[in-house]
């Protein structure tokens, strides 16, 4: 099929890869070059980097509003493909191709749409993620569905991780989707059962809370890992965690209370420690937590804060 696909970040690249084998790519629509690192350097979104290691012809664009419809009409496409652009479809684009547009949804719709699906899965502690391939229309997430999958969460994975499994999963399950609509073979059926939604993460949501169990507490902390970053404050310090897990076995701490061993930092929770082996305090880089503690302890009684 002629295809024009839509995608920014490195969850979409296995889906691209895959249907460059396939099919015929007419263009490929992601945002525009973005500052990254300390010194802000304009770089291409993963997807555009790819492209032009195929010489695709790219189209960068913030809005798919008038000039990016009308370019993509120009190009006479049997399906446009979505996964992860970061920006809407709106009429009269949705109906330029011929079969419309496909998106590829990282949950199992009706559950968790938006723009941060596995993010809040894991926040809420859910024992599946998963990926859904449904008729994209003009409300938020709420197309029929083609095909959907599920895999059990990984154990201790952050959301990258977790992320990067299901673009390799979604992948596959687009580029059958797309054979079966190219050979008429395609069936979709309306979304059932309740819906949740998943907004996109703000730095607030880092915030740990050591008022709740561990097992909550860790959870969030896979969610927002690695961004927006999971965070606390001790004495006036904001410090991002950025590798930990529950404590197996160890005494229980009074929550917030900071007790460092031979390889973990205990932060205390309701119920048992949280194991920090890696932080980054604030205008510093990443440091062992128990080398970072052991340099700014004054006193016992410091916490982390909430």
């Known amino acids: 099929m002629r295809l024009v696909f839509a995608g920014t970040p490195a969850a979409a690249v296995p889906t691209l890869r895959t249907l460059i084998r396939e099919h015929e790519i007419a263009a490929v629509i992601t945002r525009p070059d973005a500052p990254l690192g300390r010194k802000r350097v304009l770089t291409p979104s993963p997807v555009a980097q790819e492209a032009a290691d195929y010489d695709l012809p790219v189209i960068k664009t913030a809005r798919l509003d008038q000039e990016a419809t009308e370019r993509?009409?120009?190009?006479?496409?049997?399906?446009?493909?979505?996964?992860?652009?970061?920006?809407?479809?709106?009429?009269?684009?949705?109906?330029?191709?011929?079969?419309?547009?496909?998106?590829?949804?990282?949950?199992?719709?009706?559950?968790?749409?938006?723009?941060?699906?596995?993010?809040?899965?894991?926040?809420?502690?859910?024992?599946?993620?998963?990926?859904?391939?449904?008729?994209?229309?003009p409300a938020l997430d709420a197309g029929d569905v083609f095909a959907a999958r599920t895999v059990p969460v990984p154990a201790d994975a952050d959301a990258d991780a977790a992320l990067k499994l299901l673009a390799h999963d979604g992948a596959a399950l687009t580029a059958q989707v797309v054979a079966n609509i190219e050979d008429g073979t395609a069936l979709a059926h309306p979304q059932e059962g309740p819906v949740t939604v998943a907004p996109k993460l703000t730095l607030d949501d880092g915030l740990l809370n050591w008022d709740e169990p561990v097992q909550s507490v860790f959870a969030r902390w896979r969610g927002v890992t690695p961004e927006p970053g999971a965070h606390t404050t001790v004495g006036d310090v904001r410090v991002k965690i950025l590798a930990a897990a529950p404590a197996d076995t160890a005494e229980a701490l009074e929550p917030g209370e900071l007790r460092a061993t031979k390889t973990a930092l205990l932060i205390g929770t309701a119920t048992l420690p949280l194991a920090v082996t890696r932080v980054q305090p604030a205008g510093k880089g990443a440091m062992n937590a128990t080398d970072w503690w052991r340099g700014v302890r004054s006193a016992q009684t410091l916490r982390a804060g909430r």
């Open 72 to 137: 993509i009409a120009a190009l006479r496409p049997e399906l446009g493909v979505i996964v992860a652009y970061g920006g809407l479809v709106r009429e009269p684009l949705l109906s330029v191709p011929t079969h419309g547009w496909i998106n590829l949804h990282f949950s199992v719709l009706p559950q968790w749409r938006g723009a941060a699906p596995v993010q809040r899965a894991l926040i809420a502690g859910d024992a599946e993620l998963g990926a859904s391939v449904f008729q994209l229309v």
